[in-house]
């Protein structure tokens, strides 16, 4: 019941969360431009205004998945498999309430890489790893299908935890090659 649970939420997780990846490519193509124009102070605008659009679809995403979890279980999963929609429903419930840390993982992440600073990109996604590691290797024994709902928020946070000074090391980078010129 726990694997179906798991598989149907992720494929409608899955679709709900492409717009933070299609708001982080582009965060990665702005900033890639606006660094090679000599205009770092731009970056910082392309991240709030996409933080913006980032919140207002979280906002959105949180109050249709509060609501209708089960209705789109009912996608993937027999109404009278009660026990895998309950727990499709809460995988998403949790899920959902941390789309806002997903959402600014993405723009950071992709920022930072769209700067040509690929290598605190992907250390980004090793925190990520060794985050689920860790939740698979000792809060899911422990607390069971619980642990596997907070094992991707655990992850993001994890990963922004990472990002947020990351970011800042590579704006005052930026910022500085700018005065450098």
């Known amino acids: 019941a ?7 939420a992720m494929r409608i ?4 969360i492409c717009t933070f990846e299609s708001l982080g490519i582009a965060m ?8 090679g124009a000599g205009k ?8 709030k205004a996409s933080a913006l659009m980032m919140i207002v679809y979280a906002a959105f995403t949180f109050v249709l998945l509060m609501v209708g979890a089960k209705y789109f279980a009912l996608i993937f999963v027999d109404p009278s498999e009660t026990e895998i929609l309950m727990d499709t429903e809460l995988f998403l419930h949790i899920s959902v309430s941390f789309f806002p840390v997903l959402g600014l993982l993405c723009i950071l992440r992709y920022t930072i890489q769209g700067a040509g600073y690929t ?6 996604g090793v925190s990520e790893m060794i985050a689920r590691v860790l939740v698979s290797l000792y809060a899911v024994p422990a607390f069971g299908y ?3 709902c907070f094992g991707d928020p655990t992850a993001w946070i994890a990963a922004v935890l990472f990002l947020v000074p990351a970011f800042i090391f590579v704006y005052r980078r930026l910022l500085r090659m700018r005065r450098e010129q």
Request: proline share 3%; glycine share 6%.
């Open 2 to 8: 726990c694997v179906a649970a798991f598989t149907s």
């Open 28 to 35: 990665a193509t702005y900033s890639g431009q606006n660094y």
């Open 146 to 148: 619980l642990a596997v």
């Open 119 to 124: 290598n605190l990109a992907m250390l980004s």
């Open 40 to 47: 770092p102070e731009r970056v910082w605008l392309g991240i």
């Open 13 to 16: 997780k899955m679709f709900f």
